[in-house]
Structures are given as C-alpha cells and as structure tokens.
T-cell receptor, first 112, second 112 residues
Framework: DGGITQSPKYLFRKEGQNVTLSCEQN?????MYWYRQDPGQGLRLIYY???????QKGDIAEGYSVSREKKESFPLTVTSAQKNPTAFYLC???????????FGQGTRLTVV | AQRVTQPEKLLSVFKGAPVELKCNYS??????LFWYVQYSRQRLQLLLR??SRESIKGFTADLNKGETSFHLKKPFAQEEDSAMYYC??????????????FGQGTILTVHP
C-alpha cells in the first residue's frame, strides 16, 4: 500500500522533553516537508528537503530539528526550545516543486 | 520572501450560488501555484494547479500576474464543496528552490 505515513496519530509529552515525530513515504519522492497547522494560521512550513542529506529551514524552524538520511524518511524532532509545541503536525512529500504534494494524516502533539 | 495571503477565513454561500475564494501572493519570479482542499476527516489533497490549466469538480483558477492573484472560482456551489481550501506557492527555481508555502486557508460552507 503506497503512501505517506505519520506516526503516532496522537502523542503526549511532558514539558522540557524532546520528542520525535515519524514520517515515512514509499512513493519514491525526492522532496519532503514538515508543516505545523494551528487554528486560524493555516499551514506554516517548518523544514523541507529536496534531496537526501540536505534540508532547509522553513518559516518557523526555531525549536525544531530534522534529518534526511534516507529518501523515504524525514523525522522531525520537537525540542524543549520550542516555546509552544502543542499543535497538529503534517508531513508531505512530492516528486518535485512543480508537482502535487501528498500529505500524511498528521500527528497531534500535546505537551503538558 | 514568498508569501501567500487568503484574506477570508470563512466564506458562506448557498447551494447554486457562485463562489470565489481569494488568493494573493508575493514572489519575485514566475511561481507555481496550487489549490489544495481538505474535506472533513480526510487528508489534505490537491484540487488543481496552475500549470495544468484544468477544471476540477467545476473549479477553475486563473493566474493574474498583474494583480499577483490566483483566485479559485466555481459558478454553482454544491453542498459537497464545503471544506477548507488552501492556496499554495512553490518556488520552481529561485533562491528557495522547492519551498512550498501555504496561505492561512478559507473555510467554505455551502448551505442547502
């Protein structure tokens, strides 16, 4: 079954702990993206990667880190430096910048 | 920096009425523009893209470079069009190659 998978669907963490969100795709896409979705603010880009072992900061990268060691995987770490980490996180992938992006089902992170 | 603005957070129309969802962008160059839709309890998915110049589910969007707009239109709205709509811009070859930026989104409600 092809597609893009985010896990887990719901995640709870204590304040001050780092947490890593998983994103895996088997679509053979070069590009991958991480977004944060908050009510009234749309999708804000955290990090994006066009190729393995390379990634760029998006518009709200502070307090987040990523890696792209494999084409199919683009994990996002929410660090304790992120001031307001509770949010809905979406991962996406696409063949390239002119093409359709495919989205995961999202992970809802709650920090207590 | 590339930016996408959707001025309306909420838009309500009656079934059969025309609908226009506004999208304005800022980008120094020739962008690739998209409209994405998120129906209730479904993943975010592509509705249409500028480069294809096609009509999907009765929706069309015209790129107006002079006004830097990419408004989404449908002449006769249907109840099943009720959803969240996002306008998006991709950098096809500028300094932020591959960056995919979304607007704040517009919730469209079509009343019977």
């Amino acid at each position: 079954d092809g597609g893009i998978t985010q896990s887990p669907k719901y995640l709870f963490r204590k304040e001050g702990q780092n947490v890593t969100l998983s994103c895996e795709q088997n679509l053979n896409h070069d590009a991958m993206y991480w977004y944060r979705q908050d009510p009234g603010q749309g999708l804000r880009l955290i990090y994006y990667s066009q190729i393995v072992n390379d990634f760029q900061k998006g518009d709200i990268a502070e307090g987040y880190s990523v890696s792209r060691e494999k084409k199919e995987s683009f994990p996002l770490t929410v660090t304790s430096a992120q001031k307001n980490p509770t949010a809905f996180y979406l991962c996406a992938s696409s063949p390239g910048p002119w093409t359709e992006a495919f989205f995961g089902q999202g992970t809802r992170l709650t920090v207590v | 920096a590339q930016r996408v603005t959707q001025p309306e957070k909420l838009l309500s129309v009656f079934k059969g009425a025309p609908v226009e969802l506004k999208c304005n962008y800022s980008y120094s160059g020739s962008p690739e523009l998209f409209w994405y839709v998120q129906y209730s309890r479904q993943r975010l998915q592509l509705l249409l893209r500028h480069i294809s110049r096609e009509s999907i589910k009765g929706f069309t969007a015209d790129l107006n470079k002079g006004e830097t707009s990419f408004h989404l239109k449908k002449p006769f709205a249907q109840e099943e069009d009720s959803a969240m709509y996002y306008c998006a811009l991709s950098d096809p070859g500028g300094t932020s190659y591959g960056k995919l930026t979304f607007g704040q989104g517009t919730i469209l409600t079509v009343h019977p």
